[in-house]
């Protein structure tokens, strides 16, 4: 299985940016799809944006449009670029490997035979 280990979370005011990074203790290039998770107080984690090995992309609604999600298969490493914060996108953000069709993001789900959690990083929009 590979860990994951997730940084750059922080408290920053809404409308503001952060790049959170997930770097996995082995090689990604043989996982098809990565994708980012976020777990608020009281809710169940989901997947807010997914990567395929070779480069598409797909979001969740809140997110769209002011999320970016890339990968660098030569560094072991997936990030999330995050604009224009929300107070509502306050979680903790998880990465991990991720199952399913790339064009149906709802119904993709976390590869736990492949990929561990990690602690994740906290992420906190309040002014």
């Known amino acids: 299985q590979v860990q994951f280990v997730e940084s750059g979370g922080g408290l920053v005011q809404p409308g503001g940016s952060l790049r959170l990074s997930c770097a996995a203790s082995?090689?990604?290039?043989?996982?098809?799809?990565m994708g980012w998770y976020r777990q608020a107080p009281g809710k169940q984690r989901e997947l807010v944006a997914a990567i395929t090995s070779d480069g598409r992309t797909n979001y969740a609604d809140s997110v769209k449009g002011r999320f970016t999600i890339s990968r660098v298969n030569a560094e072991n490493t997936v990030y999330l670029q995050m604009n224009s914060l929300k107070p509502e996108d306050t979680a903790v953000y998880y990465c991990?490997?991720?199952?399913?069709?790339?064009?149906?993001?709802?119904?993709?789900?976390?590869?736990?035979?492949?990929?561990?959690w990690g602690q994740g990083t906290q992420v906190t929009v309040s002014s």
């Open positions: 082995r090689s990604i290039f043989v996982i098809y799809i």
């Open positions: 991990n490997a991720v199952l399913g069709r790339i064009n149906t993001i709802a119904s993709m789900t976390p590869d736990l035979r492949t990929g561990v």
